[in-house]
């Protein structure tokens, strides 16, 4: 079996857990409501706006004989410039304001859990090291692929709006599928046992913080059916 089998494996109970979230099920059968989608577009603002400098400083702290990873980071820069500003293009297709998430004004601040998700990433990269961000790679490249591209169609089939609406959510979910299978061949290549123990260590906490941003927004927002939808 190759590592991302191993990794796909080890941490198969916390992707249940964030699959099976009220909110996201509700997000994926289109039965959330305006608001909510606009709060969970304001909450991937302000933790996708970290992903190119934490790739970044991921890549900056790599040691010598990781640099064929360090050229994989650099792709992935590449690809991932500029996503936050689907987001915000999105916000304000939905009628809310763009400009307020931007500058994190009043009632547009990231939630406690989305600023606990990326200090904890951060910390892992500057404390402890740097192959552990990789777990939220997984994390959120995984969880794109499963989930994003049902859950717009499905919502803007409910909420019809536009298009522009939901260019994050439907582009992200098709381009990271080919993400995947970058990111399989680059974590198979990872041969220390201590270091592939972390990634799978630092994978289990990034699905229960990232699942902590939906908690949160659960308890803000009631999505229609939500009963009928979680059983």
Known sequence: MQFYETLLS????EREALFNLPLIKAGAAGQVSLPAYVAFLTEAYHHVKHTVPLLMLCG???PEHYEWL????????????GH?????????????????VRHGQANCQPSQATELMVAYAYDMINRINPIGFFGMVLVLEGTSVAMATQAGVALQTSLGLSN??????????????GHVDFYAGLVNKIEDEKERTLLIHSAKNFY????????ELGDRFIPINLQRVAA
């Open 10 to 13: 080890a941490t198969a109970r």
């Open 70 to 81: 360090r050229e994989a980071v650099a792709e992935y820069i590449e690809e991932e410039l």
């Open 208 to 215: 229960k913080l990232y699942g902590d941003i939906f908690r």
């Open 84 to 100: 936050q500003e689907w987001i915000l293009n999105d916000i304000q297709a939905c009628g809310a304001d763009a400009e307020a």
């Open 60 to 62: 900056s702290r790599l």
């Open 164 to 177: 522009k609406a939901f260019s994050y959510l439907t582009s992200h979910g098709s381009l990271d599928v």
